[in-house]
Each structure stands twice: as C-alpha cells, then as structure tokens.
C-alpha cells in the first residue's frame, strides 16, 4: 500500500523560505515519477515540480522556476521541495504526489494532477506580505 505524508508547512513573511517533506512508502519511488502540487482556494491543483529517473531529472512549472527545488533522499525515503523567495501568491495547500508510471514523467502530462494515483494528505503553506 503506498503511502505519503507531507510535512513541513508553515506560515512565513514574503521572501521567506520553507522546506516540505514527503515520507514515501509501499512505492518504488526511487526510479518513478513523483511529484509536489498545490491547490489554492478556490482553484484548481495544479502541478509546481516533479522528478524521476531517481532524482536525476526534475521539471518545474514557469511560476515557481528559480525559487523551488525538488529532491529526493533515497536512503531516507523522502521527498523535498524547497522553496525560496516565496510569495503570497504560493500560498495554497501542498500535496505530494506519485504517478502509476514512469511514462507520466516523461510526457507532456507531467504536471497534469489527475496523471498521478496517489496522494499525501496535504500541508498548507501561507504567505503573507
């Protein structure tokens, strides 16, 4: 069964920086695709970064290139996106995400949300300014 839990969410000031945490279990995470999204109310999710081929290639939407950074620690079984210089316009609740291939990844769907079957629970993230 896979699971993912998110952490690391939190309330900062525009400029500032947080790092998410995504625990992954019951997934061969280490060579699929995986990923972190984000919802804001009223909005749809969309896709913020995703990586695979064991971390070795990552992909960004345009909004968040340059200030987020997607990792992954295979010995520790976890996924970050660190994010600097945020804005209050990040502000949205964050999901961990895993696709059922790595086929997702590699595709013009990649940042498409209903592409990925599994789910963390979410972490919020506000920004004020």
């Known amino acids: 069964q896979v699971q993912l839990v998110e952490s690391g969410g939190g309330s900062v000031q525009a400029g500032g920086s947080l790092r998410l945490s995504c625990a992954v279990s019951?997934?061969?995470?280490?060579?699929?695709?995986m990923g972190w999204f984000r919802q804001a109310p009223g909005k749809e999710r969309e896709g913020v970064a995703i990586?695979?081929?064991?971390?070795?290639?990552?992909y960004y939407a345009d909004s968040v290139k340059g200030r987020f950074t997607i990792s992954q620690d295979n010995a520790k079984n976890t996924v970050y996106l660190q994010m600097n210089s945020l804005q209050p316009e990040d502000t949205a609740m964050y999901y961990c995400?895993?696709?059922?291939?790595?086929?997702?990844?590699?595709?013009?769907?990649?940042?498409?949300?209903?592409?990925?079957?599994?789910w963390g629970q979410g972490t919020q993230v506000t920004v004020s300014s």
């Open positions: 995400a895993a696709a059922p291939s790595l086929d997702i990844c590699r595709s013009w769907r990649r940042l498409i949300w209903y592409e990925y079957k599994y």
């Open positions: 019951g997934y061969t995470y280490s060579s699929n695709c």
């Open positions: 990586l695979y081929y064991g971390g070795a290639s990552t």
